[in-house]
């Protein structure tokens, strides 16, 4: 019933820039905690960002005061904003939603920051 996808993944060079957007469908992110995860390749899915339903974020120490979890309810719409990109950034960037007891996950975007 619920579908996350993912969007707005791409090259960049390294110091740059990307937006990552997640939006959802059957459900709603008003009440619920949101997070981003990435994996790279040969390693194993790490949790990167969330923000809980009251607006409490949280970052990963190799993210922090780089990256910048948001939503926008009205849109059902949840956001990743990437600044200072490094090349160990590269991965798949996937969209996770937290309903109750259950986990639904996106099929990710890929980030590639070149040196």
């Known amino acids: 019933q619920v579908q996350l996808v993912e969007s707005g993944g791409g090259l960049v060079q390294a110091g740059g820039s990307l937006r990552l957007s997640c939006a959802a469908s059957?459900?709603?992110?008003?009440?619920?905690?949101m997070g981003w995860y990435r994996q790279a390749p040969g390693k194993q899915r790490e949790w990167v960002a969330t923000?809980?339903?009251?607006?409490?974020?949280m970052y990963a120490d190799s993210v922090k005061g780089r990256f910048t979890i948001s939503r926008d309810n009205a849109k059902n719409t949840v956001y990743l904003q990437m600044n200072s990109l490094k090349p160990e950034d590269t991965a798949d960037y996937y969209c996770?939603?937290?309903?109750?007891?259950?986990?639904?996950w996106g099929q990710g975007t890929q980030v590639t920051v070149s040196s």
């Open positions: 923000q809980s339903s009251s607006g409490y974020t």
């Open positions: 059957g459900s709603t992110f008003s009440d619920n905690v």
């Open positions: 996770k939603l937290v309903v109750g007891r259950n986990d639904y």
